[in-house]
């Protein structure tokens, strides 16, 4: 393999880097509070610096590229607990410090904002940020025109109570398939080590089903572009050195409309949500109009001011909504969360026997998992999913992974860890995942 050496020259650790849409900039963030761009210079065949500049007023530890449908757009998160929106000023000289102008100060989350991740393109300009505190924030623009004003359109509530900074990070994946027929998201919790499937349905996003119940903390989290396949893949990292890889398969046929989210009691007939969040804790039936806060610019002498004559992209499938009733959103009814008993577990240990007794695993979707532990044995429950733990590798000495990733078709899967190696995964011809390289620091 073929390697060419960036002297990225941060000063202190490097926490994230990001390819852009078309592999021709990187963007790097590190403790140093320093956002750094390099451009792609096909003359030279070498990486160029665009520009350099103080990003937060803490390490920097996500960043994000948008679809370039959309402009130059960037989008970094901090420890300072805030997300902030970078856009490119091709007016002002590379190499300045004022090529990037911040747009918007996004500062909703009361913990570290660990992940961060514009969502695919058809969705239009939007970016999800996951916080320690338990939630997932879907952010939007609330005007086409600029983009110093952005509105929570939706929220994530992944963890039911909440969670603190000590609970670990919240990682978050986008599906990006357009073939689904909701708009889906995976979270991994570290407070309860599951891995759990969000869908949007009906201007809100429910809890759909857990993927996989960890025994260790989950570290990265990359859903794999489906490419015409018929099921989905998901990679995961975690802390003790494990890197797994599931497979998953929707049943199309199962009824999801409106009628198909409550079922009956068979104590006193009343309705039950098969869906977490719809109810709330007066089991009153949740209204779209969901109490969210509206975010705006807050300018910071400590980064780039942002330069309102920039012309951006139009912006396209905007469905944003605000209100200013309340400064909360409503937690989802905390009965009505697991137990989460249709899992695939880890095993923990690179077992190959473990992995063949869970395929043709069915998942409980959208039912049993999600409904109170009274009406456990309801029999009318429905199947979405069937999840297969298709690998599972200890190849990094034990020490954490950081990041999990894929290639642009799903083909090639990559793990990096703290033990200074990057690992490519590739599927073989018998449809198991194996190493196909490694690149390691100390070469």
Request: hydrophobic share 35%; aromatic share 10%; with cysteine.
């Amino acid at each position: 393999m073929k390697e060419k050496q960036l002297g990225i020259d941060h000063q202190d650790l490097i926490h994230d880097i990001e390819y852009n849409y078309y592999g021709t900039r990187i963007a790097t963030c590190s403790s140093d509070k320093k956002i750094k761009v390099y451009d792609w210079n096909s003359e030279t065949n070498s990486w160029e610096l665009n520009d350099q500049w103080r990003a937060h007023n803490s390490a920097v530890v996500c960043i994000s590229w948008s679809h370039p449908e959309y402009g130059e757009i960037l989008a970094s998160s901090s420890l300072d607990r805030g997300v902030r929106i970078w856009i490119e000023q091709k007016n002002q000289r590379k190499n300045s410090g004022m090529r990037w102008a911040c747009g918007a100060v996004l500062s909703d989350s009361i913990a570290t904002v660990h992940k961060i991740s514009f969502g695919p393109e058809y969705m239009g300009l939007t970016l999800a940020a996951a916080s320690s505190d338990g939630k997932v924030r879907i952010y939007s623009p609330s005007q086409s025109i600029n983009l110093q004003n952005w509105t929570i359109s939706s929220i994530i509530n992944a963890i039911p109570g909440g969670a603190t900074d000590s609970d670990g990070p919240l990682c978050f994946s986008w599906c990006d398939s357009q073939l689904s027929p909701f708009t889906m998201a995976a979270v991994g919790c570290n407070k309860i080590n599951y891995i759990m499937v969000f869908m949007y349905i009906k201007t809100r996003w429910v809890y759909a089903f857990e993927v996989s119940k960890c025994n260790s903390n989950i570290l990265s989290l990359h859903w794999a572009p489906q490419m015409g396949r018929s099921f989905h893949t998901i990679v995961a990292g975690f802390a003790d050195g494990f890197v797994r890889i599931y497979q998953i398969w929707l049943n199309k046929e199962s009824d999801l409309e409106s009628e198909s989210l409550f079922y009956l009691s068979p104590k006193n007939g009343s309705l039950i949500p098969r869906v977490s969040g719809l109810i709330d804790a007066n089991n009153s039936l949740v209204s779209d109009d969901s109490d969210i806060r509206h975010t705006t610019l807050e300018p910071s002498d400590t980064v780039n001011a942002p330069n309102t004559t920039t012309d951006h992209s139009v912006l396209r499938h905007s469905n944003t909504f605000s209100s200013t009733n309340s400064d909360t959103f409503p937690d989802f009814n905390k009965d009505s969360f697991p137990p989460l008993i249709s899992s695939v577990p880890s095993s923990g240990t690179n077992n190959t026997s473990n992995i063949n007794n869970n395929k043709n695993f069915n998942s409980n979707i959208l039912g049993q998992s999600a409904q109170p532990e009274d009406y456990s044995d309801i029999s009318n429950m429905f199947s979405l999913a069937r999840i297969e733990l298709v690998m599972e590798e200890n190849q990094h000495n034990g020490l954490p992974v950081r990041k999990v990733k894929s290639n642009a078709t799903g083909s090639v899967l990559i793990s990096c860890g703290d033990d200074g190696t990057t690992k490519l995964w590739k599927r073989s011809f018998n449809s198991k995942w194996e190493c196909n390289g490694i690149i390691s620091a100390e070469e």
